[in-house]
């Protein structure tokens, strides 16, 4: 994992280490850290591929308000990858595309 | 679920809110989307600015752990609620839904709300600019500072305000290269000695140029970077720089949807950054249930959005009649001298003004005498030099912050010399300094002044500094100077290794020998004593451990 | 190069398209949403809308003071179907 060593102010306080997979791959991550941090860690910095280009996605604001992290968790998607905890055994897959859901919330907007 | 106070957000601001409130007796509910209280706390590494009698000094970490544990003392009147964000404010209802964990779902009918949501960072619009590895600074830091997450191999900063002159030094304190600094204005826009720490480190700032171009196909391989003119027309030619990761410190706006869908009459003011909602001078947004208060009211910094905090806290408990007029005024008046204060400097000019725009009278209040937005008096002198513009103190000015000679060339111990010529409002040089030889300020905005003839060369002024802009340095012997120096990288030398020497612009200009290495304050930033040559005395302002084996 | 440029990062906009669209008369936040999408999806615009408040700024000359952001209606965050569902079932319920 990529993990920084050697601070000369912090201490990093990693929680349990737990087992998770991605795109079918078993990676390891920290219980209760941002599942997004998890994957940088592991070297995966593309969460998705957007509907219209295709274009490859990671994540930019790190705290939830950019929606650009949307990674499908235990098979739902638009899942917000920055601020939701990791845990033992979650299966997180590349998001392709939209996810179903909210697209029809938005559409009540007019 | 009903409650008093809802506080969304748990910041500083909201955090102080809440404290406030709880301690008139008020039932609080404070949610917050992130996974731990502290808001941008959480990740600042470094120690802050303002006053000393608030926090200036201590690490932003440090005052999220502070807060957080007072919050948990409290856990009687304050509930907390992580990882839930608060997605709509419904008006007929007068009700906030939440959401938890990206899926649980309640609503909280609360008596009054203030809304502290912080800000987002500004994205900014060239070629490329949603690969992965495109990363808002506060991204960076987070990964970094909080996870311990390396975020790449080397950073390309676009911006050199605060924040992206911040989360450069950050970036080398976690071993990451730093490619350089993309500033479109002519001068750097965060304050002086943050560019100045990161210059002498060799970290180029390339003023008035921008980012034309990311360049990868899966992520960041590169960028193409280049100058522009007064009018924003590129010229010259463009330069690649390799790099991994590019990092976005163009700015915050305030976060401000949920003011807008609650109906709160908003402005949009350029000196804030932002839509901001009007408020009167107890943080009440025109919507009479609901106060804003820091980055979320306007971009600031953390010190005024705690006391824009504790006002809103002190006015929601005023609004349930948990506190008496006499002393809600008295208070009020208070915390309206500590933002006076922290305003009133040559930095703060565009908040001053941006406030103005937004802050509307109450009707309770004309019975109260108090100057909001007081103007300081303080002289503004503009240096149009190309290198101070940069962060580079220029050889026309060393002269100005030379102690005098024949007192200095004598002192056992040395005399201290102070880099600090921008106003900021930063005062811990002077409250650190057990001889009085840094006088007092008067206004917290003030350079700091120095009474050479009381200095003992003690060097916790150059523990204590936020800005690492105090050195002290001995001429009393033949052929070497000494000087003692902040350092805050890892590694940390040892006594009697040689080290590069590193002048104002981050140039090697000589081998130097560790003397010693003390840690007076014991918050990790150490004094490193290193003889260097003495003609270089006034140049050499940081080291560089040299790679071991 | 303005067809490069990725301003909507949620709905996929260029800022060509707005431009465009801009020079051809919608000249508000509410127009430029309903024909190109733009601050439709998830992140409701956070990113969005100041780029674009900025461009119709400059191609109508209107003092960026002067714009209509556009409405913010909740919820704030892209809440998943089911649970909007839940809640309306929960409201009948009570
Ligand atoms: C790199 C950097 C360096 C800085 N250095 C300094 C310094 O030296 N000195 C200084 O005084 N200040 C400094 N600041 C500024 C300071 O950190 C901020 O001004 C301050 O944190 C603002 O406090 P706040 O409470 O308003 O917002 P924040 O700290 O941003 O907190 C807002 C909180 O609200 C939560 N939230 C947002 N929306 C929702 C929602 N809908 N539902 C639930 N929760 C929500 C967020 O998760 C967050 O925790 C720095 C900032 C940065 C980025
Ligand atoms: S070196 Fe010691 S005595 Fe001299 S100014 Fe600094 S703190 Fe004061
Ligand atoms: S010299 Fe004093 S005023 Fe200047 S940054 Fe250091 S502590 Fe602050
Ligand atoms: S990275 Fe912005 S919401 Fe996750």
């Known amino acids: ?110 | 679920m009903n409650t008093d106070l809802l506080v969304i957000g748990g910041g500083p601001a909201g955090l102080c809110a809440a404290l406030e409130a709880s301690s008139f007796g008020c039932k609080v509910v404070i949610v917050d989307e992130s996974l731990s209280l502290g808001g941008q706390l959480i990740k600042q590494t470094h120690k802050f600015f303002g006053s000393s009698k608030e926090f200036a000094g201590t690490r932003g970490i440090e005052i999220a752990r502070l807060l957080t544990q007072e919050i948990m003392n409290k856990k009687d009147n304050i509930e907390v609620f992580l990882n839930t964000t608060a997605v709509g404010y419904y008006a007929d209802e007068k009700t906030v839904t939440c959401m938890k964990s990206e899926q649980d779902f309640f609503s909280v009918n609360p008596k009054k709300i203030v809304i502290a949501t912080g800000a987002l960072e500004k994205l900014l619009p060239f070629v490329g600019n949603d690969l992965p590895g495109v990363y808002g600074a506060g991204a960076v830091q987070t990964l970094m500072n909080v996870y311990g997450v390396v975020p790449g191999k080397r950073v390309l900063m676009i911006g050199a305000g605060n924040i992206g002159l911040i989360v450069t030094y950050q970036l080398l304190q976690a071993g990451v290269d730093v490619a350089g600094i993309v500033e479109y204005a002519p001068r750097i826009g965060g304050y002086w000695v943050h560019a100045a720490k990161i210059r002498r480190l060799g970290v180029p700032i390339y003023l008035r140029h921008t980012i034309k171009k990311a360049l990868g196909s899966s992520w960041v391989e590169g960028a193409i970077i280049q100058a522009v003119n007064e009018k924003g027309e590129w010229y010259g030619e463009e330069k690649r720089i390799d790099c991994d990761v590019i990092c976005l410190a163009v700015g915050l706006s305030p976060t401000c949807e949920l003011l807008w869908q609650a109906g709160c009459e908003m402005n949009y003011v350029p000196e804030l950054s932002g839509y901001v909602p009007k408020r009167d001078e107890t943080m009440r947004t025109t919507h009479p249930d609901i106060w804003v208060a820091g980055d979320a009211s306007g971009i600031e910094e953390a010190s005024s959005a705690m006391i824009e905090g504790k006002i809103a806290g002190l006015s929601v408990a005023h609004s349930l009649g948990r506190v008496d007029d006499s002393s809600f005024k008295n208070k009020l008046g208070e915390y309206w001298q500590e933002l006076d204060l922290l305003r009133g400097g040559e930095t703060a000019a565009k908040i001053r003004n941006g406030v103005k725009k937004v802050l509307v009278k109450s009707s309770e209040d004309s019975s109260m005498n108090i100057q909001y937005c007081a103007q300081s008096k303080s002289q503004v002198q503009v240096i149009q030099d190309q290198d101070f513009c940069s962060g580079v103190l220029p050889e026309k000015m060393v002269e100005s912050i030379t102690p005098p000679l024949e007192l200095w060339s004598r002192k056992k111990g040395g005399l201290v010399v102070i880099e600090c010529p921008q106003s900021i409002p930063c005062d811990p040089c002077h409250t650190s300094c057990p001889t009085g030889a840094i006088l007092p300020f008067k206004n917290i905005n003030d350079l700091p002044k120095i009474d050479y003839s009381k200095c003992s060369g003690c060097a916790l002024c150059v523990a204590s500094c936020p800005g690492l802009a105090c050195f002290v340095i001995d001429l009393t012997e033949d052929e070497k100077a000494a000087i003692k120096l902040p350092y805050e990288m890892f590694p940390r030398p040892n006594i009697g290794e040689e080290v590069e020497c590193l002048n104002r612009k981050g140039e090697v200009v000589a081998i130097g020998k560790v003397i010693r290495v003390q840690e007076p304050r014991k918050d990790k930033t150490v004094v490193v004593h290193v003889t260097v040559p003495k003609e270089l005395a006034m140049q050499i302002r940081a080291i560089r451990v040299m790679k071991h084996g | 190069m303005d067809e490069e440029i990725i301003v909507c990062r949620c709905e996929e906009v260029t800022l060509k398209e707005i431009r465009d669209a801009i020079r051809s008369g919608h000249t508000t936040i509410g127009e430029l949403k309903r024909l190109l999408r733009v601050g439709m999806g998830p992140c409701q615009g956070r990113g969005c809308r100041e780029i674009i408040l900025r461009e119709i700024s400059q191609i109508t000359k209107t003092p960026f003071e002067k714009l209509n952001p556009g409405r913010f209606r909740p919820p704030v965050k892209p809440i998943p179907m089911g649970l909007l569902k839940q809640k309306v079932s929960q409201e009948r319920s009570d």
């Open chain 1, 1 to 110: 994992m990529q993990l920084i060593e050697h601070h000369p102010i912090l201490q990093y306080q990693h929680g349990k280490k737990v087992k998770f997979i991605f795109d079918g791959q078993e990676m390891e991550g920290f219980e209760g850290e941002p599942i997004a941090a998890a994957l940088h860690a592991n070297g995966v910095r593309i969460l998705s591929y957007t509907e219209k280009y295709k274009r490859p996605r990671g994540f930019f604001c790190a705290i939830g308000k950019c929606s650009s992290c949307f990674v499908v968790v235990n098979g739902i998607p638009n899942v917000r990858s920055c601020i939701t905890p990791l845990e033992e055994g979650m299966v997180i897959e590349t998001q392709r595309g939209h996810g179903t859901f909210h697209k029809e919330v938005q559409d009540g907007e007019h």
